[in-house]
């Protein structure tokens, strides 16, 4: 059964022990974003701080619901034991189906609205995250909402949000990204105000979705309903006519300033490092805050894998990318974006390889807006999600002279990619380059090196023989 | 926070932002951040304010 909402998910993380609760009272000033960290980087539970210092009872955090594979498992009402693998594949069955939204009237994160001069974005626990960060960031699990004014597409995606003041938030949309595209598109040229709504703790399907890149004009909002098998809820906005999800726990409604901007970050990034310095961000004037009785904000304190960030994307990017892929006719079997990659790396099995493959991967992945420069092709015989067999494949496959193909690019390079210059991040210039772990089309079959293993170089029959006597060796089950 | 002006680079055809009190009318050379290329304001093929 699909989880209503965030409370329903946190009763089910609670009985299987992937949920821990903080009773005492913990300071948002860092101590919540320090704890979590840490649990992070021993792959813990989520956590649930009940008791914010400065909030009155009933105000929480919760951080990391899918931070670890067990905990999206449980999101895609899946065996909390099942391998990635199998969340790969249960994702990307289900991601074929779409189910409509369903409207409704009344919603519980309308419980509670303030607008106009009541609006006080501090009447809510958002958390100075870490050291350095530029302020208090109320949105890094959400989901944010747009519209593009001409075609009525809606659009989900997951942006950082921090408070600037009381009624207005500053942002840092990447310039390459979706909602970017829409606001310098679409209401810049009029100078129009984009509306937009910040959704914070919803049910965990829709947050994956937001994290995923859909091609522009795809509603994620049906995808999630898909995923979830059963339609999300929506009910419109106070304020404007976006639909936001009805279940979620907080809602931040406001625009878009197309004539203003405001100082924001830096921020504990997805990669694993604070983003710079302060810079300039789109600043959001809030003109609703709308939520549940007892809200609970979904928190996820970006750093070095893992977290939300890297195991969500790792899923929803590589579904993603494996689509495409085939789009252009690769001849893909898998891919896999390892959580320690952080989406820097990504690798793709391919049914057979060689450079003109390999050249046609790294096509894909530089084609248009580029979030990832390492790319290791390797052949069908590899298994995509065992690092051990990659390494192995890369060492030994890959020729470091014909073997690394490069693509340089200006205008749509990540900004967030660590090794780049900051001239480069500035200029969003780039290169990705692909790294072809596949024996080369035009060698004869004779000269092809025959992998030393089990699987490859024994007989049949002999296999057959020693799994059969495996007990009999004294080895235990043979796995 | 700050006012702002969008202009067009007419070497790259790059949109960029530059801040209005400083800039705008200003006699100011602005610097393209995607080709460098240096040009007033008034040269711009599109200034959305």
Redesign the interface.
Same mark, same amino acid.
């Given at each position: 059964m699909p989880f209503s909402d965030l409370r329903d998910f946190i009763t089910a993380i609670e009985r299987t022990g992937d949920l821990h609760r903080i009773q005492r009272e913990v300071d948002w000033d860092m101590e919540v974003g320090a704890v979590s960290r840490r649990v992070f980087e021993q792959s813990g539970p989520a956590l649930w701080f009940e008791n914010v210092k400065d909030y009155p009872s009933g105000y929480s955090i919760l951080n990391g619901p899918v931070a670890t594979w067990r905990r999206v498992a449980l999101a895609l009402d899946l065996d909390p034991d099942s391998s990635v693998r199998q969340i790969y594949a249960a994702y990307e069955q289900r991601r074929e189906k779409k189910i409509k939204p369903l409207r409704v009237e009344s919603a519980p994160c309308q419980e509670n609205v303030m607008t106009g001069s009541d609006v006080d974005i501090y009447r809510l626990p958002a958390p100075m995250v870490h050291d350095g960060d530029g302020g208090r960031y109320i949105g890094t699990w959400d989901i944010v909402i747009t519209k593009d004014p001409e075609s009525g597409w809606s659009n989900w995606g997951m942006y950082r949000f921090m408070t600037?003041t009381r009624n207005?938030l500053t942002g840092w949309p990447q310039a390459t990204s979706q909602l970017a595209l829409v606001m310098?598109g679409k209401y810049? *040229?009029h100078?129009k105000p984009m509306p937009i709504a910040i959704v914070i703790g919803c049910e965990p399907v829709s947050h994956l979705v937001a994290t995923e890149p859909y091609r522009p004009g795809e509603d994620e909002v049906e995808h999630a309903g898909g995923l979830r098998g059963c339609p999300v809820e929506l009910v419109q906005c106070k304020t404007s006519d976006l639909m936001v999800p009805a279940q979620a726990e907080i809602v931040i409604e406001g625009e878009v300033l *197309?004539? !203003?901007?405001?100082l924001e970050g830096p921020f504990g990034e997805y990669p694993g490092y604070r983003s710079g310095t302060m810079g $300039?961000g789109v600043?959001v004037q809030i003109t609703a805050i709308t939520h549940r009785k007892n809200p609970i904000i979904t928190l996820t304190t970006l750093g070095i894998p893992p977290d939300d960030s890297s195991i969500a994307a790792s899923l929803t990017a590589a579904i993603a990318m494996k689509r495409g892929l085939k789009r252009r006719g690769v001849p893909v079997t898998e891919v896999y974006v390892p959580p320690e990659g952080v989406t820097h790396l990504v690798v793709v099995g391919v049914e057979h390889g060689g450079s003109q493959v390999a050249r046609q991967v790294l096509d894909f992945f530089t084609a248009r807006r580029v979030m990832v420069s390492k790319i290791i092709v390797v052949d069908r015989d590899v298994d995509v999600f065992d690092m051990n067999q990659v390494i192995h494949a890369f060492s030994t496959k890959c020729h470091p002279g014909r073997g690394i193909i490069l693509e340089h690019y $200006?205008?749509r390079g990540n900004a967030l990619t660590p090794c780049y210059s900051a001239d480069e991040r !500035? !200029?969003l210039k780039g290169t990705s380059a692909v790294f072809d772990a596949t024996w080369p089309e035009e060698w004869e079959e004779e000269t092809v090196p025959v992998k030393s293993s089990f699987e490859t170089t024994y007989p049949a029959a002999l296999k057959a023989k020693v799994l059969g006597n495996w007990r009999s060796y004294g080895l235990g089950e043979k796995t | 926070m700050a006012t702002i002006f969008w202009v067009t680079c007419p070497q790259c055809q790059g949109e960029f932002y530059c801040h209005k009190e400083e800039l705008r009318h200003k006699k100011i050379q602005l610097l393209c951040p995607y080709c460098s290329h240096r040009f007033l304001d008034e040269e711009s093929p599109k200034i959305v304010e």
């Amino acid at each position: 059964m699909p989880f209503s909402d965030l409370r329903d998910f946190i009763t089910a993380i609670e009985r299987t022990g992937d949920l821990h609760r903080i009773q005492r009272e913990v300071d948002w000033d860092m101590e919540v974003g320090a704890v979590s960290r840490r649990v992070f980087e021993q792959s813990g539970p989520a956590l649930w701080f009940e008791n914010v210092k400065d909030y009155p009872s009933g105000y929480s955090i919760l951080n990391g619901p899918v931070a670890t594979w067990r905990r999206v498992a449980l999101a895609l009402d899946l065996d909390p034991d099942s391998s990635v693998r199998q969340i790969y594949a249960a994702y990307e069955q289900r991601r074929e189906k779409k189910i409509k939204p369903l409207r409704v009237e009344s919603a519980p994160c309308q419980e509670n609205v303030m607008t106009g001069s009541d609006v006080d974005i501090y009447r809510l626990p958002a958390p100075m995250v870490h050291d350095g960060d530029g302020g208090r960031y109320i949105g890094t699990w959400d989901i944010v909402i747009t519209k593009d004014p001409e075609s009525g597409w809606s659009n989900w995606g997951m942006y950082r949000f921090m408070t600037h003041t009381r009624n207005m938030l500053t942002g840092w949309p990447q310039a390459t990204s979706q909602l970017a595209l829409v606001m310098k598109g679409k209401y810049l *040229p009029h100078i129009k105000p984009m509306p937009i709504a910040i959704v914070i703790g919803c049910e965990p399907v829709s947050h994956l979705v937001a994290t995923e890149p859909y091609r522009p004009g795809e509603d994620e909002v049906e995808h999630a309903g898909g995923l979830r098998g059963c339609p999300v809820e929506l009910v419109q906005c106070k304020t404007s006519d976006l639909m936001v999800p009805a279940q979620a726990e907080i809602v931040i409604e406001g625009e878009v300033l *197309p004539d !203003r901007i405001a100082l924001e970050g830096p921020f504990g990034e997805y990669p694993g490092y604070r983003s710079g310095t302060m810079g $300039e961000g789109v600043l959001v004037q809030i003109t609703a805050i709308t939520h549940r009785k007892n809200p609970i904000i979904t928190l996820t304190t970006l750093g070095i894998p893992p977290d939300d960030s890297s195991i969500a994307a790792s899923l929803t990017a590589a579904i993603a990318m494996k689509r495409g892929l085939k789009r252009r006719g690769v001849p893909v079997t898998e891919v896999y974006v390892p959580p320690e990659g952080v989406t820097h790396l990504v690798v793709v099995g391919v049914e057979h390889g060689g450079s003109q493959v390999a050249r046609q991967v790294l096509d894909f992945f530089t084609a248009r807006r580029v979030m990832v420069s390492k790319i290791i092709v390797v052949d069908r015989d590899v298994d995509v999600f065992d690092m051990n067999q990659v390494i192995h494949a890369f060492s030994t496959k890959c020729h470091p002279g014909r073997g690394i193909i490069l693509e340089h690019y $200006e205008g749509r390079g990540n900004a967030l990619t660590p090794c780049y210059s900051a001239d480069e991040r !500035r !200029r969003l210039k780039g290169t990705s380059a692909v790294f072809d772990a596949t024996w080369p089309e035009e060698w004869e079959e004779e000269t092809v090196p025959v992998k030393s293993s089990f699987e490859t170089t024994y007989p049949a029959a002999l296999k057959a023989k020693v799994l059969g006597n495996w007990r009999s060796y004294g080895l235990g089950e043979k796995t | 926070m700050a006012t702002i002006f969008w202009v067009t680079c007419p070497q790259c055809q790059g949109e960029f932002y530059c801040h209005k009190e400083e800039l705008r009318h200003k006699k100011i050379q602005l610097l393209c951040p995607y080709c460098s290329h240096r040009f007033l304001d008034e040269e711009s093929p599109k200034i959305v304010e």
